[in-house]
């Protein structure tokens, strides 16, 4: 096999590369350029302009844990709006509640739902389920002109320097907040906590999220491919507490097949490293 | 027809970088070598084009070679006679327009909205200002341009003047009705000036208002480094076919450095180009940008992204749609504040806040992602900060009498005067007060008790006031004596 290398700067310093045994598409959308690498390690996998978006390997824990944490904590949940999430995982994950009603997906690069339906057919299966309604446009301008509320708001969102930029900033937190019901919940990727760059960008979504929402909490998973291998997400809403009001019994009776996420790992998934709490506590 | 794709002075200064010639010549960082931290922080790519005229760069004083063939490819691309290359800002273009059109004494008509560096210009060179009152919107609270009526009453009552100068467009995009002024000003035998700060863009715009030199004009200053790309303290000075080019060349260099910098030569030249070549699809894209967050801002509720409904074939003689000022009194919040907002709570910096609007600058650099940004921060805004609407700014046009010209006055005898005992005194100093942008008294003027109380007024509605000694604005210099000379 020739020696072809993925590489990714997680850091000026650091990189982080997967052998390569085919390019199966490279493309420049009208937003970003478009990557999908077979892999003897991870499978197929898809990157946006250089970085790693997911694995076939792997892409599991994120999507479960960015999906059945609010499930577990408010199984009441009908409607739910995701913004990014153009390989469908979410979706995916979604559609295994029967008492899920509506998904709104907003994604601005139609590009990418195409790449994924065509490469990645396992994630993106879902993007065929009635429930779900696509809708390509500007995530700000979604939610700028949303009227609806919805119980559960996702942020799939990549990289803050590409086109998801918009994903992370105030206005978009306040648009949210505005969307959603009274016991609504958000759920957003934080980033890894290491790397003191994204530390930064860890602690401003952190912020911004506390900002709008009074209950606010930060939990981890282990995803093999993200910088660092360990990745945060914000859970934020007006009355949901993550863990106090997670109801672990209804939940585990839904009989719902996951590979990463359990109740017990639920509840320790907010027990955060020292140095990650310190982190979050710097600017509050 | 020169050919537009050409960067002769940017082409001599990559081939200086080539060369590797060994440099016993200023600057003394020496391509950067001499100073490693200036040379991290700017890049060595741009340290090595900081170089001092030689004899293959030309020299901006005196240009010959590739500075004059970039001149000329740029007058073409203005359609104007003659363009000069400036390292001073506008401010040295405008500069360098008074000070070849006036003498001491000379007399010019000219809206009082305009920049401080036309008056100061004027005292350098002693000539004697005639003001023309810029309409007011006092829904909006800005200045507007000057009325066909108000400016031909001028000339008719001024014959004398030997110039009109106006703004087109105004900071906030309004612009007057440029063709109709020119024509009065050639009946009249007066230069016809121009300060097109904020007007690179009509020069390569289709549908923009027009152009000062395309409409005949015989001098105009342009900022390319406002909405042309090139870097900041770059500008150029155009010239019609009636204007002695080499006296201009001449009046540039008394205050101009012999020092100018390539770094701001070459980004003019190579704005120059990417302007002939791609400025209609670049203002398109521009122009797509505006009215695109225009209907999106006017969608939110309260505020109000004025346009091409304030055209009123006179003081609105026409508007530029690419400015983007969006009055936000109806929000309850002064536009100093949603300035403020935008900056700390929302990472955005918008060009500047007055009392009752914003100005948010669009331009080539702009991405869709941005402008959807702050559209949004704008309706989180009024989501959260929300207040009754505020009284209205009062910015009466006060019509101000010029007793000495600026010169005359600015260098008389004067004594250091408290504010409340100005009265019936005549200014020796400039207060500017932004907003409205308007000149509250240039040197020369009668201070009255109407400019005192407005003064005073500006002040605790929290206008940002420049100009005298005092910076607190409780003092003023009062002419007590005037020497001979004006």
């Known amino acids: 096999m020739d020696d072809l290398w993925f590489s990714e700067y997680h850091t000026p310093d650091v990189r982080f590369s997967v052998r390569v045994s085919a390019q199966l598409h490279q493309e420049q959308s009208e937003y970003q350029r478009i990557s999908v690498y077979l892999s003897p390690e991870f499978g197929r996998f898809l990157t946006l302009d250089g970085v790693l978006m997911l694995t076939e390997r792997d892409e599991f824990i994120y999507h479960e844990m960015i999906t059945h944490v609010p499930m577990a904590v408010n199984p009441n949940i009908r409607s739910v709006l995701v913004f990014g999430a153009a390989d469908g995982g979410v979706a995916r994950e979604l559609c295994k509640y029967d008492t899920i009603e509506t998904i709104d997906i907003v994604e601005i690069d139609k590009r990418v739902v195409e790449v994924s339906k065509k490469f990645m057919p396992h994630t993106a299966k879902s993007f065929s389920d009635p429930r779900v309604t696509l809708h390509i446009m500007d995530g700000l301008k979604y939610i700028r002109h949303n009227k609806e509320q919805y119980d559960l708001v996702i942020v799939d969102s990549n990289d803050p320097s590409g086109p998801g930029e918009v994903l992370f900033t105030k206005e978009f937190y306040g648009g949210c907040h505005n969307a959603l019901t009274e016991d609504g919940i958000l759920v957003s990727q934080h980033d890894d906590p290491f790397y003191l760059k994204d530390q930064i960008l860890l602690r401003r979504a952190h912020v911004r999220c506390g900002s709008v929402f009074p209950i606010n909490k930060v939990y981890q998973a282990h995803i093999p491919t993200y910088p660092t291998g360990h990745w945060l997400f914000g859970f934020a809403s007006n009355t949901l507490h993550p863990v106090n009001d997670l109801d672990a019994a209804r939940w585990n009776a839904l009989q719902i097949q996951t590979r990463y996420y359990n109740t017990n790992l639920h509840i320790g998934a907010f027990a955060l490293p020292n140095y990650v709490e310190e982190a979050l506590q710097k600017d509050e | 027809m020169l050919d537009q794709t050409k960067t002769p002075l940017t082409d001599a200064l990559e081939a200086v970088r080539s060369e590797r010639i060994v440099p016993f010549d200023v600057p003394g960082h020496k391509r950067g070598r001499g100073n490693k931290l200036l040379t991290e922080f700017l890049g060595e790519q741009c340290l090595s084009v900081d170089v001092n005229s030689m004899k293959s760069l030309d020299n901006l004083c005196h240009p010959v070679s590739v500075i004059r063939e970039a001149e000329m490819l740029a007058a073409e691309a203005f359609g104007a006679a003659h363009a000069f290359f400036m390292v001073g800002g506008t401010t040295s273009a405008v500069q360098a327009m008074i000070l070849s059109t006036l003498k001491s004494g000379d007399k010019i008509i000219l809206p009082r909205n305009v920049h401080q560096s036309v008056i100061n210009a004027m005292v350098l060179c002693g000539a004697v200002p005639v003001y023309v009152n810029p309409e007011t919107d006092l829904n909006l609270g800005i200045a507007l341009g000057m009325s066909f009526t108000s400016i031909e009453r001028a000339v008719l009552e001024t014959p004398d003047a030997k110039a009109i100068l106006i703004n087109n467009p105004t900071y906030y995009g309004i612009c007057s009705d440029v063709p109709r002024i020119r024509a009065l000003a050639q009946a009249h035998h007066m230069r016809f000036l121009a300060d097109e700060a904020h007007g690179t863009h009509l020069y390569f715009g289709k549908g923009m208002p027009v152009a000062a030199i395309r409409a005949g004009a015989d001098m105009s200053a342009v900022s390319l480094h406002k909405s042309g790309g090139s870097l900041t303290q770059s500008s150029m000075l155009l010239c019609g076919p009636n204007v002695n080019a080499d006296y201009v060349r001449q009046i540039i260099n008394i205050t101009q450095t012999t020092s100018a910098s390539y770094l701001l030569l070459s980004s003019l030249d190579i704005s120059r180009r990417n302007l002939a070549l791609h400025g209609t699809d670049i203002f398109h894209k521009v122009t797509k940008f ?197």
């Not at chain 2, 003689?317 to 109806?330: G, I, M, P, Q």
């Not at chain 2, 900056?343 to 100005?359: P, S, T």
């Not at chain 2, 206008?463 to 000379?485: F, K, Q, W, Y």
């Open chain 2, 290 to 486: 505006a009215r695109y967050a225009r209907e999106e801002i006017n969608d939110l509720g309260d505020y109000y992204a004025f346009s091409k409904e304030l055209i009123n074939g006179d003081s609105v003689f026409n508007f530029d749609e690419t400015k983007l000022s969006v009055n936000t009194l109806n929000v309850g919040l002064a536009g100093i504040e949603v300035y403020d907002l935008l900056r700390d709570k929302y990472d955005i910096q918008v060009e500047f806040g007055d009392l009752g609007n914003i100005l948010a600058y669009l331009s080539v650099g702009d991405k869709s992602k941005h402008i959807e940004r702050l559209i949004s921060a704008l309706s989180d805004i009024r989501r959260l900060y929300k207040r009754e609407r505020k009284g209205l700014w009062e910015s009466e046009y006060i019509t101000p009498e010029v007793v000495y010209s600026p010169q005359t006055a600015f260098y008389a005898k004067k004594i250091s005067t408290p504010l409340d005992a100005c009265e019936g005194g005549i200014s020796a100093e400039f207060v500017m007060s932004y907003p409205p942008g308007i000149p509250i008294l240039a040197p020369g003027e009668r201070v009255t008790n109407k400019i005192i109380q407005y003064i005073r007024y500006a002040k605790e509605k929290g206008c940002t006031l420049t100009g005298p000694e005092a910076m607190d604005i409780e003092r003023l210099n009062i002419v007590s004596g005037v020497e001979a000379h004006g």
